[in-house]
């Protein structure tokens, strides 16, 4: 041993002073561990809070808008009621009273700036505002949705559009159908952005704060504080809108990344449901603020604590200097040793891809599996087309017939009767065809209990092998029928042992089985030959095995179980 691994073994080691400072960074540790767990409460419980009274704002937000919306619905089916006959039957004379009715009742609904009558050809047949009529809507997203379900009980809630005149509007719609029941025409009130801002301003309550309001696909309506929205996509997969439609839940708290602004905040978020109406699609609200506001004072507070318990710990660091050679030491040697594992798991990773094996890796509590590119590829997908991967995704592309298989290995898993397998089985590629794999896999990962946790393994495309073996069982076949039809039997002579074997037919053509015939010589086979007729046989076999013939052709008397020559 070196001296200087002497050394660093020597103060690794015990003694009273090893102890002394030992017990004091434990202490130090525990304390500094209390603080910063008591420290994050506060954080927690500073959030819970703001979490409450955001939520109270949406809530708000929804009472006010869900009221709205029932309004303008009624809207509508006054309109249907009155007017609904222009829709029903074309070529109806529109009373010049209409435009004058539909402004009424746009008066009487706040917010609402066109109000008006759309036939079963998509174009405008009556309105509040005249310049809309005869202009063709057959091409709005909405239109194409009242034609499509025709249904006259169905709020068609559809998403915000920039007007020609550059407004942005949210566009609500009703069926009409005519007397056999097909689709006649529509109404349609549409309402404009500015009329929802005093919902979302009246409930802000500190400067950083932000409402919202989205369409259900995902579409920005409305944002205040700040400019207006421009249609805003809050529908990719990781924005904070996202996540609380994969929740499924009326409202929820989340914090993210805001798409909009870029800062990082907490979003209190409700669906707007309106009580015994049905609508296509719907809209949420959201209120959220900055994390740096709510956090600041305890941010402050955080530093403050940060620095004192540093000042302690670099106060017990400086007295125990003498260490810091063992440290280092020890970083090197863990260094070292992770070198030496990331070496060996780059030639694990290499040894895999030599052999175009995919690896997957299943987490039997959340069912998520990872896998490596060449698992996708195998089945002509990239990585990413996949994603996210579950066992589902598996199971998608397998073999209806060994799915079931599959199932019981799984099982068998699950109850501890295996902790390992290997089986073929067949998915479907991309292009339809079926690929044949071989899987291996074993219990990677076990509870306290037993149970598995994780189970990993290797898939390998052994397509061709197994229309190789079909070929050949195909062959095997095609010849036994052969040998059937030409009542033949076959044999082989190892010359090199003496034995000689022979199938079943061979040995009922002289009236054995093969279990009666067995061991067989080549010797107590000639026995079995006519005196006359082993002369030839010895010659024809002696050319054979010298090469002065290709192959062997004898004919001959042997004698069949009975007695008698055949």
């Not at 339809?432 to 071989?438: L, Y």
């Amino acid at each position: 041993m070196t001296p200087t691994a002497v050394e660093s073994r020597a103060a690794a080691g015990g003694g009273p002073f090893h102890l002394i400072w030992t017990a004091h960074f434990l202490i130090l540790a525990l304390c500094t561990a209390w603080l910063v767990a008591d420290h994050w409460q506060q954080r927690e419980r500073i959030l819970a809070e703001e979490s409450q009274r955001l939520l109270a704002s949406i809530r708000t937000i929804d009472i006010n808008l869900a009221k709205t919306l029932h309004a303008t619905n009624r809207a509508l089916e006054q309109m249907i009621e009155e007017y609904g006959d222009l829709v029903r039957n074309p070529g109806t004379q529109v009373p010049e009273s209409s435009r004058h009715r539909l402004a009424q009742l746009k008066d009487l609904i706040e917010g609402t700036f066109t109000l008006g009558m759309v036939g079963a050809d998509g174009v405008w047949i009556a309105s509040n505002r005249p310049e809309m009529i005869g202009e063709e809507r057959s091409g709005r997203d909405y239109f194409r949705v009242a034609r499509e379900r025709n249904d006259p009980d169905l709020l068609i809630v559809a998403p915000p559009i920039r007007t020609r005149g550059g407004v942005i509007a949210l566009t609500l719609v009703r069926s009409i159908q005519d007397a056999g029941g097909a689709f006649a025409g529509l109404a349609n009130a549409t309402l404009e952005q500015a009329y929802f801002r005093p919902f979302l301003d009246s409930v802000a309550y500190a400067d950083d704060m932000v409402s919202t309001i989205t369409h259900e696909d995902g579409i920005l309506f409305l944002r205040t504080p700040g400019p207006v929205a421009d249609l805003t996509d809050l529908s990719g997969p990781n924005t904070i809108f996202s996540q609380f439609k994969r929740r499924d839940q009326r409202e929820a708290v989340l914090g993210g990344v805001s798409v909009v602004g870029g800062d990082r905040r907490l979003v209190a978020l409700r669906n707007i449901v309106l009580d015994r109406l049905k609508t296509d699609r719907g809209l949420t609200v959201g209120t959220g603020r900055a994390m740096d506001a709510i956090l600041a004072t305890w941010r402050e507070d955080a530093a403050l604590l940060g620095w004192a318990m540093a000042a302690l710990w670099l106060l017990s660091f400086m007295t125990f200097v003498y260490s810091r050679r063992v440290r280092a030491k020890s970083l090197a040697a863990k260094a070292r040793a992770r070198d030496e594992r990331d070496s060996e798991r780059r030639r694990l990773s290499d040894a895999i891809w030599a052999t175009g094996a995919g690896t997957w890796e299943w987490d039997v509590g959340t069912d998520a599996l990872r896998v490596n590119r060449r698992w996708a590829e195998m089945l002509g997908y990239s990585l990413e087309e996949l994603q996210p991967v579950t066992i589902e995704t598996s199971r998608q592309f397998q073999h209806p017939d060994d799915y079931r298989r599959r199932m019981a290995t799984t099982a068998q898993y699950l109850g501890g009767v295996i902790d390992q397998s290997d089986f073929e089985t067949r998915y479907r590629h991309k292009d339809g065809h079926w690929v044949w794999m071989r899987t291996f896999g074993r219990v990677s990962k076990r509870d306290a209990a037993g149970k598995p946790l994780v189970i990993a393994g290797l898939w390998l495309d052994v397509t061709e092998q197994v229309r190789a073996r079909e070929a050949l069982q195909r062959e095997y076949a095609r010849r036994e029928s052969v040998l059937e039809a030409a009542n033949g039997g076959t044999w082989e002579w190892h010359l090199d042992e003496g034995r000689f074997e022979f199938d079943e037919r061979w040995a009922r053509m002289i009236g054995y089985s093969v279990a009666e015939l067995s061991p067989l010589t080549i010797d107590k086979f000639r026995e079995m030959i006519h005196p006359d007729d082993q002369r030839s046989n010895v010659e024809t076999s002696r050319k054979c095995i010298e090469g002065v013939t290709s192959h062997y052709h004898w004919e001959g008397r042997v004698r069949h179980k009975d007695g008698r020559w055949i």
